[in-house]
Protein backbone atom coordinates (compact mmCIF):
# COMPACT_ATOMS: atom_id res chain seq x y z
CA UNK A 1 0.00 0.00 0.00
CA UNK A 2 1.66 3.34 -0.71
CA UNK A 3 2.28 6.05 2.19
CA UNK A 4 -0.50 8.05 3.25
CA UNK A 5 0.00 11.74 3.35
CA UNK A 6 -1.69 13.74 6.51
CA UNK A 7 -1.86 17.35 6.93
CA UNK A 8 -0.75 18.58 9.82
CA UNK A 9 -0.76 22.56 11.11
CA UNK A 10 0.53 24.58 9.52
CA UNK A 11 2.61 23.62 6.28
CA UNK A 12 3.87 20.38 8.02
CA UNK A 13 2.99 17.11 6.17
CA UNK A 14 3.81 13.96 8.19
CA UNK A 15 3.94 10.77 6.25
CA UNK A 16 3.79 6.85 7.62
CA UNK A 17 2.29 3.74 5.75
CA UNK A 18 -0.78 2.56 7.91
CA UNK A 19 -2.33 -1.23 6.19
CA UNK A 20 -5.64 -0.54 8.06
CA UNK A 21 -8.53 1.21 9.19
CA UNK A 22 -10.53 4.54 8.21
CA UNK A 23 -8.79 7.59 7.92
CA UNK A 24 -10.33 8.98 10.85
CA UNK A 25 -9.09 5.68 12.73
CA UNK A 26 -5.60 6.39 11.23
CA UNK A 27 -5.17 9.83 12.47
CA UNK A 28 -5.80 8.73 15.94
CA UNK A 29 -3.40 6.06 15.67
CA UNK A 30 -0.64 8.21 14.43
CA UNK A 31 2.19 8.67 17.26
CA UNK A 32 2.72 11.33 19.75
CA UNK A 33 5.19 11.50 21.99
CA UNK A 34 6.41 14.44 24.79
CA UNK A 35 9.77 13.32 25.47
CA UNK A 36 12.55 13.25 22.55
CA UNK A 37 16.03 12.11 22.74
CA UNK A 38 18.05 13.72 19.52
CA UNK A 39 21.22 11.24 19.64
CA UNK A 40 24.34 12.21 18.64
CA UNK A 41 27.50 10.88 17.26
CA UNK A 42 27.79 7.17 17.82
CA UNK A 43 24.47 7.21 19.06
CA UNK A 44 21.79 6.43 15.97
CA UNK A 45 19.30 4.16 18.20
CA UNK A 46 17.94 4.32 21.24
CA UNK A 47 14.67 1.62 21.99
CA UNK A 48 13.44 -1.69 19.88
CA UNK A 49 10.21 -1.96 18.93
CA UNK A 50 9.52 1.62 17.15
CA UNK A 51 7.07 2.94 14.93
CA UNK A 52 9.17 5.76 12.23
CA UNK A 53 7.65 8.68 11.24
CA UNK A 54 8.67 10.90 8.11
CA UNK A 55 8.09 14.07 8.86
CA UNK A 56 8.66 17.19 6.29
CA UNK A 57 8.98 20.65 7.76
CA UNK A 58 8.70 24.38 6.06
CA UNK A 59 12.06 24.17 6.55
CA UNK A 60 13.32 20.84 4.77
CA UNK A 61 13.65 17.38 5.89
CA UNK A 62 14.66 16.15 9.53
CA UNK A 63 18.01 14.56 9.63
CA UNK A 64 16.28 11.29 9.42
CA UNK A 65 12.99 9.18 10.23
CA UNK A 66 11.76 9.73 13.72
CA UNK A 67 11.52 6.39 15.90
CA UNK A 68 8.88 6.44 18.23
CA UNK A 69 8.97 3.70 20.58
CA UNK A 70 8.63 3.58 24.46
CA UNK A 71 10.61 3.94 27.61
CA UNK A 72 9.15 3.62 30.96
CA UNK A 73 5.88 2.82 29.79
CA UNK A 74 6.45 6.40 28.17
CA UNK A 75 6.16 7.48 24.56
CA UNK A 76 9.51 9.16 23.45
CA UNK A 77 10.23 10.01 19.61
CA UNK A 78 14.23 9.40 18.65
CA UNK A 79 16.33 11.10 16.12
CA UNK A 80 19.81 10.80 15.11
CA UNK A 81 21.38 14.62 14.65
CA UNK A 82 23.58 13.50 12.28
CA UNK A 83 21.45 11.15 10.28
CA UNK A 84 21.55 7.52 10.68
CA UNK A 85 24.67 6.94 8.72
CA UNK A 86 26.36 10.12 9.80
CA UNK A 87 25.56 11.97 6.52
CA UNK A 88 25.14 15.35 8.21
CA UNK A 89 28.31 16.96 9.88
CA UNK A 90 27.54 19.13 12.85
CA UNK A 91 27.37 22.42 10.86
CA UNK A 92 25.07 20.89 8.08
CA UNK A 93 22.36 19.34 10.09
CA UNK A 94 18.80 20.87 9.32
CA UNK A 95 18.55 22.08 13.20
CA UNK A 96 15.23 23.83 12.48
CA UNK A 97 13.74 21.39 10.93
CA UNK A 98 15.34 18.81 13.22
CA UNK A 99 13.10 21.02 16.56
CA UNK A 100 9.97 21.81 14.46
CA UNK A 101 9.32 18.26 13.78
CA UNK A 102 9.50 17.05 16.76
CA UNK A 103 7.36 20.01 18.06
CA UNK A 104 4.90 18.70 15.99
CA UNK A 105 4.87 15.40 17.24
CA UNK A 106 3.88 16.47 20.31
CA UNK A 107 7.12 17.01 22.44
CA UNK A 108 7.84 19.01 25.04
CA UNK A 109 11.12 17.76 26.69
CA UNK A 110 14.13 17.51 24.42
CA UNK A 111 17.17 15.22 25.62
CA UNK A 112 19.92 16.36 23.32
CA UNK A 113 22.88 13.96 24.55
CA UNK A 114 26.36 14.57 22.91
CA UNK A 115 29.87 13.67 22.51
CA UNK A 116 32.39 16.40 23.80
CA UNK A 117 35.58 17.48 24.11
CA UNK A 118 36.97 18.40 27.88
CA UNK A 119 39.05 21.78 28.44
CA UNK A 120 39.68 20.73 32.36
CA UNK A 121 41.53 17.84 33.70
CA UNK A 122 38.72 16.96 35.92
CA UNK A 123 36.58 15.98 33.68
CA UNK A 124 38.09 13.12 32.56
CA UNK A 125 37.05 11.46 29.00
CA UNK A 126 33.77 8.51 30.26
CA UNK A 127 32.94 11.17 32.31
CA UNK A 128 29.40 13.02 32.11
CA UNK A 129 28.91 17.16 32.17
CA UNK A 130 25.64 17.97 32.49
CA UNK A 131 25.71 21.89 31.02
CA UNK A 132 24.21 24.86 32.82
CA UNK A 133 25.69 27.20 30.30
CA UNK A 134 26.96 27.97 26.27
CA UNK A 135 29.16 30.23 24.65
CA UNK A 136 28.49 30.06 20.84
CA UNK A 137 31.02 30.32 18.16
CA UNK A 138 29.23 29.10 15.62
CA UNK A 139 28.97 31.47 12.65
CA UNK A 140 26.28 31.70 9.52
CA UNK A 141 24.23 28.48 10.94
CA UNK A 142 20.12 29.05 10.91
CA UNK A 143 19.28 29.69 14.42
CA UNK A 144 15.96 31.11 14.89
CA UNK A 145 12.73 30.63 13.82
CA UNK A 146 11.91 34.21 13.84
CA UNK A 147 13.19 36.11 11.10
CA UNK A 148 10.43 38.51 11.07
CA UNK A 149 8.07 40.83 10.18
CA UNK A 150 7.46 39.42 14.13
CA UNK A 151 10.25 40.34 16.29
CA UNK A 152 10.94 37.39 19.03
CA UNK A 153 13.94 37.66 21.43
CA UNK A 154 13.87 34.45 23.72
CA UNK A 155 15.66 35.13 27.12
CA UNK A 156 18.72 32.74 26.91
CA UNK A 157 19.86 33.77 30.39
CA UNK A 158 19.41 29.96 31.75
CA UNK A 159 19.32 28.03 28.49
CA UNK A 160 18.76 24.61 29.83
CA UNK A 161 15.79 23.03 31.59
CA UNK A 162 15.86 23.63 35.42
CA UNK A 163 13.73 20.98 35.92
CA UNK A 164 15.15 18.70 33.60
CA UNK A 165 18.85 19.58 34.95
CA UNK A 166 18.00 18.50 38.42
CA UNK A 167 16.66 15.18 37.69
CA UNK A 168 19.23 14.81 35.12
CA UNK A 169 21.55 15.39 38.56
CA UNK A 170 19.82 13.04 40.41
CA UNK A 171 18.99 10.27 38.00
CA UNK A 172 23.52 10.33 37.26
CA UNK A 173 23.74 10.47 41.38
CA UNK A 174 21.75 7.34 41.70
CA UNK A 175 23.28 5.48 39.20
CA UNK A 176 27.04 6.38 40.89
CA UNK A 177 27.64 7.86 37.60
CA UNK A 178 31.18 10.26 37.87
CA UNK A 179 29.97 13.44 36.19
CA UNK A 180 29.34 17.28 36.84
CA UNK A 181 26.36 18.74 37.70
CA UNK A 182 27.57 22.21 36.05
CA UNK A 183 29.47 23.63 33.31
CA UNK A 184 29.98 25.47 30.41
CA UNK A 185 30.20 24.58 26.53
CA UNK A 186 31.65 26.09 23.85
CA UNK A 187 30.37 25.40 20.42
CA UNK A 188 32.64 25.72 17.73
CA UNK A 189 31.52 25.73 13.92
CA UNK A 190 33.55 23.03 12.81
CA UNK A 191 34.00 20.48 11.18
CA UNK A 192 37.93 21.66 12.15
CA UNK A 193 38.80 20.60 15.89
CA UNK A 194 40.16 23.46 17.79
CA UNK A 195 43.84 24.90 17.72
CA UNK A 196 46.18 25.05 20.48
CA UNK A 197 45.84 28.57 20.88
CA UNK A 198 41.42 28.69 20.65
CA UNK A 199 41.94 25.82 23.03
CA UNK A 200 44.15 27.16 25.36
CA UNK A 201 41.89 30.45 25.22
CA UNK A 202 38.52 28.33 26.02
CA UNK A 203 40.06 26.50 29.04
CA UNK A 204 41.95 30.38 30.65
CA UNK A 205 37.86 31.28 30.53
CA UNK A 206 36.68 28.52 32.70
CA UNK A 207 34.55 26.92 30.05
CA UNK A 208 34.34 23.14 30.44
CA UNK A 209 33.39 21.56 27.41
CA UNK A 210 33.87 22.15 23.73
CA UNK A 211 31.54 20.45 20.72
CA UNK A 212 29.98 21.12 17.44
CA UNK A 213 26.73 20.58 17.35
CA UNK A 214 25.00 22.00 21.02
CA UNK A 215 24.10 25.13 18.85
CA UNK A 216 21.75 26.23 18.01
CA UNK A 217 19.48 23.02 19.03
CA UNK A 218 18.34 24.71 22.54
CA UNK A 219 17.35 27.82 21.46
CA UNK A 220 15.45 26.50 18.66
CA UNK A 221 14.06 24.25 21.16
CA UNK A 222 13.34 27.18 23.60
CA UNK A 223 11.77 29.21 20.98
CA UNK A 224 9.50 26.51 20.27
CA UNK A 225 8.73 26.37 24.33
CA UNK A 226 10.16 22.95 24.27
CA UNK A 227 12.04 22.37 27.70
CA UNK A 228 15.81 20.98 26.39
CA UNK A 229 18.42 18.96 28.69
CA UNK A 230 22.38 18.83 27.45
CA UNK A 231 24.33 15.91 28.58
CA UNK A 232 27.67 15.79 27.48
CA UNK A 233 29.47 12.35 27.33
CA UNK A 234 33.33 13.55 27.58
CA UNK A 235 35.13 11.55 25.10
CA UNK A 236 38.88 13.38 25.08
CA UNK A 237 40.93 16.43 26.07
CA UNK A 238 40.47 18.61 22.71
CA UNK A 239 44.16 19.63 22.00
CA UNK A 240 45.46 17.93 24.90
CA UNK A 241 46.43 18.88 28.77
CA UNK A 242 49.34 21.60 29.37
CA UNK A 243 52.06 19.72 30.99
CA UNK A 244 51.03 16.50 29.63
CA UNK A 245 52.71 15.38 26.46
CA UNK A 246 51.38 12.01 26.59
CA UNK A 247 47.76 13.08 26.12
CA UNK A 248 47.50 13.28 22.26
CA UNK A 249 44.93 16.22 20.58
CA UNK A 250 41.88 14.66 19.72
CA UNK A 251 40.95 12.61 16.05
CA UNK A 252 37.46 11.37 15.25
CA UNK A 253 38.75 8.07 15.30
CA UNK A 254 39.35 8.61 19.49
CA UNK A 255 36.32 10.25 19.60
CA UNK A 256 34.02 7.42 18.45
CA UNK A 257 36.38 4.91 20.53
CA UNK A 258 35.56 6.29 23.84
CA UNK A 259 32.03 6.68 23.00
CA UNK A 260 31.39 3.24 21.85
CA UNK A 261 32.79 2.68 25.12
CA UNK A 262 30.28 4.44 26.94
CA UNK A 263 26.97 4.21 24.70
CA UNK A 264 25.43 2.12 27.64
CA UNK A 265 25.99 4.23 30.61
CA UNK A 266 24.68 6.76 28.40
CA UNK A 267 21.55 5.22 27.62
CA UNK A 268 21.15 4.22 31.03
CA UNK A 269 21.56 7.37 32.00
CA UNK A 270 18.90 9.45 29.45
CA UNK A 271 15.87 6.37 30.14
CA UNK A 272 16.47 6.86 33.69
CA UNK A 273 16.03 10.82 33.42
CA UNK A 274 12.63 10.11 31.01
CA UNK A 275 11.87 7.61 33.74
CA UNK A 276 11.98 10.27 36.19
CA UNK A 277 10.46 12.98 34.39
CA UNK A 278 7.55 14.25 35.97
CA UNK A 279 4.74 14.14 34.15
CA UNK A 280 3.49 17.82 33.90
CA UNK A 281 5.94 20.42 33.50
CA UNK A 282 6.77 22.89 36.55
CA UNK A 283 9.55 25.04 35.06
CA UNK A 284 9.47 28.16 33.09
CA UNK A 285 10.63 27.25 29.62
CA UNK A 286 7.04 26.98 28.02
CA UNK A 287 6.72 31.06 29.82
CA UNK A 288 9.95 32.01 29.03
CA UNK A 289 8.40 32.35 25.14
CA UNK A 290 5.39 33.73 25.86
CA UNK A 291 6.60 36.49 27.78
CA UNK A 292 9.26 37.31 24.62
CA UNK A 293 6.30 37.14 22.06
CA UNK A 294 5.67 40.41 21.47
ZN1 LIG B 1 11.60 23.25 31.16
Redesign the pocket.
Known sequence: MPPIITRLRGNTYRRRVLKEGSPRKRRAMEPRASIAVIGGTGFYKFVDDVTEVKVDTPFGAPSDLIAIGKVAGKPVAFLPRHGRNHQFPPHMVNYRANLWALKNLGVE?VLGPCAAGSLQPEAKPGDFVICDQFVDRTTGRKDTFFDGPRAVHISSADPY????RAVAIKTAQSLGLSFHPDGTMVIIQGPRFSTRAESKWFSSMGWKVINMTGYPEVILARELG???LNVSLITDYDVGLEGREDIKPVTQEEVIKVFAENTEKLKTLIKGVIEALPEK?S????EDLRKAIP
Do not use: G, H, L, N
Not at 161 to 164: G, H, I, R, T, V
Not at 283 to 286: A, D, L
Open positions: RCPEMMCYRCPCE
